[in-house]
């Protein structure tokens, strides 16, 4: 069996010189660079890319008075301390200075620069006990068991946000074939590693959380893990596939991480 929590390639993605958006402030230490109203993959792909520029500037300490830059469906949100920002413009408000130290960094000639897609695997075992709403996802689709399985495992996917608990991932966007509501009652309690699908997308839980997405299977790979460096193993602009794995195998990669 093959190491399927790798790396798989990085593929290439458009320049951000080709991004467009717009400034809204969100209280006073934080401004949210929109790209647009309606969700669509291509503007959560733009915003997960000038997020993730966003990151690297930040990190080479290129953005001063910055704290904390992320990554949502089709925004990003850039914290900072008023009092370091306008000291980098003076005579001008905090909030138009950090407007224009985030527009000339990512003008920059090396921000400009095509950026990489991060693509991994992530097994998941679709045995009946990991799975206990497949037969009513089948049912709702229309479709059989197999077929929903083949359908949630068929293609890449993109991790469109990072949201609601550490390392929760936000995955889509499934085939048309797999369009089903959340549930109508939710689950006080979802097993970690548990995989839930509703609107065409899938969730990953983190941790023992509560939850109303339909579990289609688990996978034993750890979601977020605190002394790891990121802890999140997934992050907005990521892409992966997820593979169909045995019991055996699932347990055996449990193992392997829980060492």
Same mark, same amino acid.
């Given at each position: 069996?093959?190491?399927l929590?790798?790396?798989?390639?990085?593929?290439?993605?458009?320049?951000?010189?080709?991004?467009?958006?717009?400034?809204?402030?969100c209280?006073?230490?934080?401004?949210?660079?929109?790209f647009?109203?309606?969700?669509?993959?291509?503007l959560?792909?733009?915003?997960?890319?000038?997020?993730?520029?966003?990151?690297?500037?930040?990190?080479?300490?290129?953005?001063?008075?910055?704290?904390?830059?992320?990554?949502?469906?089709?925004?990003?949100?850039?914290?900072?301390?008023?009092?370091?920002i306008?000291?980098?413009? /003076?005579?001008?408000?905090?909030?138009?200075?950090? #407007?224009? %130290?985030? +527009?000339?960094?990512?003008?920059?000639? !090396? &921000? *400009?620069?095509?950026?990489?897609?991060?693509?991994?695997?992530?097994?998941?075992?679709?045995?009946?006990?990991?799975? /206990?709403?497949?037969?009513?996802?089948?049912?709702? #689709?229309g %479709?059989? +068991?197999?077929?929903?399985?083949?359908? !949630? &495992? *068929?293609?890449?996917?993109d991790v469109?946000?990072?949201?609601?608990?550490?390392?929760?991932p936000?995955?889509?966007?499934?085939?048309?074939?797999?369009?089903?509501?959340?549930?109508?009652?939710?689950?006080?309690?979802?097993?970690?590693?548990?995989?839930?699908?509703?609107?065409?997308?899938?969730?990953?839980?983190?941790?023992?959380?509560?939850?109303?997405?339909?579990?289609?299977?688990?996978t034993?790979?750890?979601?977020?893990?605190?002394?790891?460096?990121?802890?999140?193993?997934?992050?907005?602009?990521?892409?992966?596939?997820?593979?169909?794995?045995?019991?055996?195998?699932?347990?055996?990669?449990?193992?392997?991480?829980?060492?």
């Amino acid at each position: 069996m093959s190491d399927l929590s790798c790396i798989l390639d990085e593929q290439p993605r458009a320049p951000l010189s080709t991004v467009k958006w717009h400034f809204e402030p969100c209280g006073d230490r934080c401004v949210i660079l929109i790209f647009g109203s309606v969700f669509s993959i291509d503007l959560n792909r733009q915003a997960a890319s000038v997020g993730s520029q966003l990151r690297t500037l930040g990190a080479h300490g290129q953005l001063p008075g910055v704290t904390d830059v992320v990554s949502a469906m089709v925004t990003v949100g850039v914290h900072y301390s008023p009092e370091s920002i306008a000291s980098l413009f /003076p005579g001008v408000s905090p909030y138009e200075s950090i #407007c224009k %130290l985030v +527009t000339e960094r990512l003008k920059d000639s !090396h &921000s *400009a620069a095509a950026t990489t897609v991060t693509r991994l695997d992530i097994p998941v075992c679709y045995d009946p006990e990991y799975a /206990p709403d497949l037969e009513d996802i089948a049912q709702a #689709c229309g %479709l059989t +068991t197999n077929e929903v399985i083949a359908a !949630h &495992s *068929a293609d890449w996917l993109d991790v469109l946000m990072v949201g609601f608990a550490p390392g929760h991932p936000y995955i889509g966007m499934h085939d048309s074939a797999l369009s089903l509501p959340r549930r109508a009652t939710p689950r006080t309690l979802v097993k970690q590693g548990s995989i839930g699908i509703a609107n065409r997308q899938s969730v990953i839980y983190p941790a023992d959380l509560p939850g109303g997405w339909n579990l289609i299977g688990r996978t034993p790979l750890p979601m977020f893990s605190p002394l790891s460096q990121p802890p999140c193993l997934l992050q907005g602009g990521d892409q992966i596939r997820f593979v169909s794995i045995t019991r055996h195998e699932f347990d055996l990669l449990a193992r392997e991480n829980t060492k």
